[in-house]
């Protein structure tokens, strides 16, 4: 309650800051782990490897930035609210509608690790970082009352900042259990 509050009283640049640190944490920890076999083991979180995480991760993060740029040009969003909905606009956007109330956690999630399964590593990274950087972009250009009207800080640091948090705590269980050779 106490980090939604310090969000609500954050500039623009605070919140900012704080992102990109966040984001820098999570890039570093993922430095420690190397782009190498082992970002494709399983078992990270569940069944997931790193990859999947990333993938899962970026979806979100895409999702949010087509939601903000759909604020930025007046466009409304509204939930899909039937099956029918639900695939056009999975066909529309290549990912759930997150923000759905038809949907549970688990299922979109396994959606997108299945949809990336046989997609390369580099290119996971590659569109999380586009995805990322589209979040950044749009929190620069947009007005701070449209920001707040839309309580942008709080979304953007659920589908970012406690995301990393999240799972940087998932990795780095998954690291120490490997360096004591469990």
């Not at 993922?30 to 993938?55: E, H, P, Q, Y």
């Not at 390369?120 to 007005?143: R, W």
Request: charged residues 30%.
């Amino acid at each position: 309650m106490a980090e939604k509050r310090d969000l609500e009283l954050m500039s623009r640049k605070q919140f900012l800051t704080k992102l990109l640190h966040e984001r820098d944490k999570f890039e570093l920890l993922l430095n420690r782990v190397g782009f190498t076999r082992r970002m494709t083991v399983k078992g990270i979180s569940g069944m997931w490897s790193i990859k999947d995480l990333l993938a899962h991760v970026m979806a979100y993060e895409q999702y949010l930035a087509d939601r903000m740029n759909e604020l930025a040009h007046n466009v409304p969003y509204i939930p899909c609210k039937t099956q029918t909905a639900l695939d056009a606009f999975l066909d529309e956007f290549g990912y759930p509608d997150f923000g759905s109330p038809l949907l549970d956690d688990d299922a979109p999630n396994a959606w997108v690790v299945e949809k990336y399964r046989n997609v390369a590593l580099e290119e996971v990274v590659a569109q999380e970082i586009q995805a990322f950087s589209a979040i950044v972009t749009a929190l620069e250009n947009m007005p701070e009352e449209m920001i707040e009207r839309h309580n942008l800080y709080a979304r953007v640091s659920r589908h970012t900042i406690q995301h990393y948090r999240e799972h940087a705590r998932e990795i780095k269980k998954w690291m120490k259990a490997n360096a004591a050779g469990n």
